[in-house]
């Protein structure tokens, strides 16, 4: 299993940022996918999961409404759509298959 997330960056308060997360190695459509995040000093904290489908997603309280999952299961690929970045966001981003990660990619906002 290998997934490999990108799309990370620095961004202002209010900004959006898109992640991606490409799988390889697995049934990808066959999956539920998650997103988690760490901050630094912060222990590793989920984010939402998308179905296998992508018919249902769940959200952590404190992104809902501003981040969005989806998925494209022609390309293997998980997305995580976020807007409306604040501070607090500011974390490596990791996406999850049962308990493979990626290496994560750094979001940073900051003006």
């Known amino acids: 299993v290998q997934l490999v997330e990108s799309g990370g960056g620095l961004v202002q308060p209010g900004g959006s940022l898109k992640l991606s997360c490409a799988a390889s190695g697995f049934t990808f459509s066959t999956w539920a996918m998650s997103w988690y995040r760490q901050a630094p000093g912060k222990v590793r904290e989920w984010v939402g999961t998308i179905s296998s489908l992508g018919d249902i997603t769940n959200y952590e309280d404190s992104v809902k409404g501003r981040f969005t999952i989806s998925r494209d299961n022609a390309k293997n690929t998980v997305y995580l759509q976020m807007t409306n970045l604040k501070p607090d966001d500011t974390a490596v981003y990791y996406c999850?298959?049962?308990?493979?990660w990626g290496q994560g990619t750094q979001v940073t906002v900051s003006s």
């Open positions: 999850n298959v049962i308990n493979y």
